[in-house]
Structure formats: C-alpha cells, structure tokens
C-alpha cells in the first residue's frame, strides 16, 4: 500500500468510528427519553415504527426482516403491544398459519405520539447543525449507504 492510500485507510477507519460515536450518542439519549417519558424501549418503538408504516399489518418474518432483528425479538415485544391493547394479531385469509400484525386505533394514537416527540428530540440534539450541514451529510450518507449496497455487504 502506498503512503496516500495508507493515509487514505486511516482516515476511513477515524470516519467510522466517529459515525459510530455519534450514532451511538444520539441512541443511547433516545433510549434513556424513551424510558424516562414513556417507559418504554428503543425496540418496542421500532416495532411500532414498522405497524404504523404498514396499516394493513405485517408478517413477524417480515417485521423481523425490516429490523433486522430475529424473529424471536419481535415476537416478545408484540405479545406486550398485544396485552397492552396497542396491537392485535388477525388471520391472513387462506393461511391458518400466519397472522398479520397490526396497530389498534390505541397503539395509533400512542405512536403518533411518541413520534412527535422521538422527531422533537432528534430536532433537539441535532440543534446545532444548520441546514447545509444537515442537507451536505444526508447526501454524503446517502452515497455511502449506495456504496455498501452496491458492494452488497
């Protein structure tokens, strides 16, 4: 390797750790927010992210999928949104053996809820860039995310 593409290794390494410090900054808040205002977790607001996207429900596989989590994690959180009254599982027609998962009118209000305030939060810690330093790292990380999926990682 040469000096410049060495140099140029270094630099991609000190990038990615400052993403993961970042991102791992603004998780943990959000996870301590969540808890803290709505007893509640980080996953189980995914999971309602996922039902309030989709309204005609979901598989578990393919909320699992969309998380990328197992289904096994997905499984526990919707038994709690269920006993809750915020989600409810119905039949698929023609398959006895998958149900859709979907919010109940309750589990809609509570997510349009915790959104707005998720959104007011990131507003929040995010205060201090301006729009082109929003708009210039959003397109920057865009290109990255088209690199590694081109490279299919």
Do not use: Y
């Amino acid at each position: 390797m040469s000096e410049t593409s060495t140099d140029l290794s270094k630099e991609r390494l000190r990038l990615w750790l400052k993403l993961l410090k970042a991102s791992g900054m603004i998780e943990d808040e959000i996870r301590r927010r969540l808890r803290r205002e709505f007893d509640s977790t980080l996953p189980r607001f995914d999971v309602m992210s996922v039902l309030a996207r989709f309204p005609e429900g979901q598989k578990m596989s393919q909320i699992s999928e969309l998380l990328r989590v197992s289904n096994g994690n997905v499984t526990g959180i919707v038994d709690k949104l269920s006993d809750e009254g915020l989600a409810q599982r119905v039949a698929v027609p023609g398959d006895r053996r998958a149900a859709l998962v979907k919010l109940t009118n309750k589990g809609i209000a509570a997510f349009a809820q915790h959104a707005a305030t998720h959104e007011g939060w990131l507003d929040e810690m995010l205060g201090g860039l301006g729009a082109d330093d929003v708009e210039g790292m959003a397109t920057r990380l865009e290109r990255l995310i088209e690199t590694l999926e081109d490279r299919e990682i």
